[in-house]
């Protein structure tokens, strides 16, 4: 499917629904509240915000409940991501983490990445933050 770049507007619509969600994280240890919004080729938006847990290394992040909720919300055979947007509450953008970086690649290696706080906005793709992801293919 061909998509025309993402409009400006439409990159703020989706970096609102990611702000918006941050204000749901369960970061009690860290502190650090983060949420994301996938958009999906299908033009649906799927939320997730990072769950920490007293056992620290059960933690999820918020780019990954958001996929694995687009994944439940309409299969993985229908997810394609088109952007994920992602917001911390404060401090610098956070750049997905490794983990999350290859299961977006997974969805989508063109996949654009949005990631801002009070201190800007990044923009690039999956593959150019993840050259050489891992594949099965
Ligand atoms: N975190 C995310 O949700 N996404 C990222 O890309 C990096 C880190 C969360 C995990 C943890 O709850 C907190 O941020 C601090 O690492």
């Not at 769950?51 to 996929?67: D, F, K, M, P, Q």
């Not at 401090?91 to 063109?110: L, M």
Request: hydrophobic content about 40%; charged content about 15%; proline content about 4%.
């Amino acid at each position: 499917m061909f998509h025309q770049p993402l409009t400006d507007t439409d990159q703020q619509a989706l970096l609102r629904a990611a702000r918006d969600v941050a204000g749901n994280a369960h970061a009690p240890y860290s502190g650090f509240h983060v949420g994301a919004a996938v958009l999906t080729e299908g033009g649906t938006v799927y939320r997730g915000c990072n769950v920490e847990n007293a056992s620290y290394g059960l933690t999820i992040c918020a780019e990954r409940a958001a996929i694995f909720s687009a994944v439940a919300g309409k299969g993985a055979a229908n997810v394609r991501i088109r952007a994920i947007a992602v917001q911390t509450a404060s401090g610098v953008p956070a750049s997905p983490c490794g983990a999350c970086r290859q299961v977006i690649y997974e969805f989508n290696p063109d996949a654009l990445v949005l990631f801002q706080s009070e201190d800007g906005l990044e923009s690039m793709t999956a593959r150019e933050l993840l050259p050489h992801g891992f594949g099965l293919d």
